[in-house]
């Protein structure tokens, strides 16, 4: 198979490490070998965080600038700061007002690029269904509704469903089933 | 059988369990800090009975490991690099002496720096210290190369290094293993003080034998695939081949495969020292340029010795500062390709332009701060107000992030805070001076290299305010238990030591405690310690600053939790996000005023004392 890139980006505290065991886990269960690569130390609370994740047979746990298949960011500037690393034809999620993202200046580059992009405001309903912590699961089931690269929305919903701990079990799989629906509107639309 | 997503140093972990380790020591230090809670937690889960300890600094851990392996136990110490320098007296000597039962030695190197102060390559170190040294470039490889390290040290009784860089360290990876078993070796150290102990006349006996030593493994590293191996057809000749080991192997391995870029032979060396000669030679010939990638320095480019075949840093090919990334390294074998005349990788321009787009777009800035809540913010923020015009050393930790405060002017190594201090005194004393200087430095790093500086304080008279900021943890590095807890990494009871002792016992007679939540106290004890500092028979002051990290202890940290709002009387100043810097408190540029974010608020209800307008309260 061909190794699929993933960079997944957002703010120290919001969950990258747990949403990268989420897909990696559902990667593993297929029977794929996975690679990742994570920020630690210095990286505080409200820092710049990214974490990379490879499903395929790589040997170099880093993705190279322009090489990353999925860009998924749980904040907006941030979706912006690793760009960079989406290739030509690549395809972004962010967390952020579909009406207002992408930004306007970046507009000619993403179309040069032949990047499609996808918003949603996961935070706000992930807070409004009962848990702000859960922005990472409402961005994997919003990036799960348009179905591509490797991994099913069946795999990541059962996924998040064997991750979620008792109590937050319902209202993981509750938000994930809003923002895939979310998702799946806009994948129609499309 | 069991299958795990593995961090790079869990991987680590379970080679040198793997490997039959019995004692294991260290000092956390990004990106080394989880490999021995991992060796705990298998450990544990396998019922073995390893002998886990968090060393007070990492030559401690060095000699605890070199006295077990002379006792025919296999022993490890990791570390980060940098820690590998406080631990180089001892490291530098036991290649000469060498070893009975395996000791590995695992130096954890951040090309970036990600999280350090130099971007030293320990292979330089291990070259120095006569080590053998092994490069993994990915998790799975190092777990296998920590067990052919513990073979090679035993076989050649001679400290093996294996280096793994921060993309080794903190990669993950699906790692299968099976089950542990336990190592029963009991000590026995046998008496040979021409040996243990050796005069500098063993010494020339010692290094000779060493030497030898080198040349026989040397010759095994000839063979040693794969981590040694090359890609070479045999009788073919290239105009073009690269020599690479560790974290960027990988990245070039992969890459050739992506583009199909079969005409170029690769020489892979993960293990370059002591140099396979033969193979080197082998490659050598068989192509007229070859470019040498390798990860941070230039150690195999120094010992191919060829100045007109090879390409790298030397030659400007090669970046001589910065992490290796992938697209860095496209662009580098794009670069020697064209200038050897041969067709690029790609006409990629390694992100360039987007990088340019990105680089306008006025992103937020999002620099490393103190957590909401931090007490270490709370004590910068006394000492500035008592001393402004102070020089501030300090130390390595999160309160290195006092800066933002303007309250750490120097940062040099583990315990600098406190020599640098009596070297502004001196330097100034001397011009009839008396400057006043405040340190700052943790409990962990006081333990680990401070005692000694403040002993040669006293006893030379220099004159300074140390505040020692006991936060109950070493949190930089992910929360390691501090000796002033007794806890011990495996979660049995330690004894606790007692920083009131060890400060008195160094010759201190004016010690303070006091609590950084209330800062009118505080500011007041750093203003009197000052007077103390100035009087002719007073001496260095300290102040212990103690509150516990509120990440770590967020219950006993905030034991009465003060929900706040910002008034009316708000002018918008910026003093509380921009000076005091707590990044729950953020300006709301449409009013005019401070806002509280409550999310990342930890209602410690500080911010309520420091406020010049008075307009935060309590909500």
Redesign the interface.
């Known amino acids: 198979m061909k190794t699929i890139n993933y960079v997944l980006t957002g ?1 120290g505290g919001q969950g990258i490490l747990f949403m ?2 989420v897909l ?2 559902a990667a ?1 269960d297929k029977g794929y ?16 965080v990214v974490s990379h994740l490879r499903i395929g047979d ?10 990353a298949d999925f860009l998924l960011s749980m904040d907006e ?1 941030e979706a ?2 690793y ?3 989406l290739k030509k034809g690549g395809k972004l999620f962010a967390n952020a007002p579909s009406n207002q993202f992408p ?1 306007e ?2 507009a000619a ?1 993403l179309e040069g690029q032949n990047i499609k992009t996808w918003a949603m405001e996961a935070a706000k309903t992930a807070m409004a269904m009962g848990s ?1 912590k859960s922005t990472n699961l409402a961005m994997v089931a919003f990036y799960a509704a348009f179905d591509v690269g490797p991994l099913s929305a069946a795999d990541l919903r059962m996924t998040v469903d064997k991750m979620s701990p008792g109590p937050f079990n319902r209202t993981n799989l509750k938000i994930f089933d809003a923002c895939y629906e979310t998702g799946k509107q806009m994948a129609m639309g499309n | 059988m069991k299958e795990e997503f593995l961090l790079g140093n869990g991987a680590i972990a379970l080679g040198i369990l793997e490997a039959g380790c019995q004692i294991m020591t260290s000092y956390p230090g990004t990106p080394s800090s989880e490999i021995l809670p991992e060796v705990v937690r298998f450990s544990k889960a396998a019922n073995l009975n390893t002998s886990i300890e968090w060393s007070v600094n990492e030559k401690v851990a060095f000699d605890n490991a070199f006295a077990a392996a002379i006792s025919g136990k296999r022993a490890a110490c990791c570390m980060k690099m940098v820690g590998l320098n406080v631990a180089a007296d001892s490291f530098m000597s036991a290649a000469y002496i060498g070893n009975i039962g395996g000791l590995v030695i695992i130096s954890c190197d951040d090309p970036g720096p990600h999280s350090s102060q130099t971007e030293q390559d320990s292979r330089l170190m291990a070259r120095l210290g006569k080590v053998p040294v092994l490069d993994p470039g990915s998790p799975e490889e190092a777990r296998e190369m920590i067990k052919v390290a513990f073979d090679l040290s035993e076989e050649f009784q001679v400290p093996v290094m294996v280096r793994p860089a921060i993309r080794v360290c903190h990669a993950r990876q699906n790692i299968t293993y099976g089950a542990l078993e336990s190592n029963l070796t009991k000590a026995d150290f046998k008496r040979e003080p021409s040996r243990w102990a050796s005069t500098p006349k063993f010494r020339l006996i010692q290094h000779k034998a060493l030497n030898e030593k080198h040349e026989r493994i040397s010759e095994r590293f000839n063979t040693l695939t794969p981590f040694n191996m090359h890609t070479l057809e045999k009788g073919t000749s290239y105009p073009f081949g690269v020599v690479t080991g560790g974290v960027p192997s990988c990245v070039v391995q992969d890459m050739f495969e992506e583009y199909d870029r079969k005409d170029i032979p690769v020489l892979k060396l993960g293990a370059p020292y002591p140099f396979p000669e033969r193979l080197a030679d082998e490659f050598m010939d068989a192509c007229d340029k070859v470019l040498v990638i390798e990860e941070t320095d230039t150690l195999i480019e120094y010992m191919l010795r060829d100045k007109h075949k090879t390409l790298g840093r030397l030659t400007h090919h090669v970046p001589m500062e910065g992490e290796l990334v992938p697209e860095k390294i496209e662009g580098v074998l794009n670069k020697a390709l064209s200038d050897c005349g041969l067709p690029p990788l790609s006409d990629h321009d390694c992100g360039t332009e987007a990088f340019t787009l990105v680089g306008g777009l006025d992103l937020p800035i999002r620099k490393p701060t103190l957590c909401p809540g931090c007490p270490h913010r709370a004590s910068f923020y006394s000492i500035r107000k008592a001393l402004p015009k102070a020089i501030y050393p300090s130390d390595i930790g999160c309160y290195t992030l006092g800066s933002n405060l303007g309250v750490v002017d120097t940062v040099l190594d583990m315990g600098a805070g406190i020599t640098m201090a009596s070297g502004f005194w001196n330097a100034y004393i001397q011009d009839d001076v008396k400057k006043p200087i405040v340190a700052t430095i943790g409990d962990s790093t006081f333990f680990h290299s401070g005692t000694t500086g403040l002993i040669n304080a006293v006893y030379n008279d220099s004159r300074f305010i140390l505040v020692i900021l006991d936060n109950h943890v070493t949190a930089m590095t992910g929360m390691q238990p501090s000796i002033t807890q007794g806890d011990r990494v495996d979660g049995r009871k330690g004894n606790a030591i007692s920083l009131e002792t060890i400060v008195k016992g160094c010759g201190i007679n004016y010690l303070k405690v006091v609590d950084p939540y209330d800062t009118k106290t505080m500011i007041q004890t750093v203003k009197d310690a000052a007077d103390h500092v100035n009087d002719p028979d007073g001496g260095i002051a300290v102040i212990i600053s103690r509150h516990p990290c509120v990440i770590a202890f967020k219950d006993q940290a905030i034991p009465e939790q003060i929900k706040v709002r910002v008034s009316d009387e708000c002018n918008d100043c910026g003093f509380c996000h921009t000076r005091f810097e707590c990044p729950a408190l953020i300006q709301d540029k449409e009013n005019g005023k401070t806002e509280i974010n409550e999310l990342l608020c930890a209602e410690c209800g500080v911010c309520i004392q420091i406020c010049p307008q008075h307009a935060i309260e309590k909500a």
């Open positions: 703010l990268t065991k990696a886990t593993l070998n996975i690679l990742g690569a994570e920020t630690h130390g210095m990286a505080q609370r409200g820092g710049s790589a040997r170099s746990s880093l993705i190279r600038a322009g090489a500037s912006y700061r760009l960079p690393y930004d200046r970046t580059y702000s």
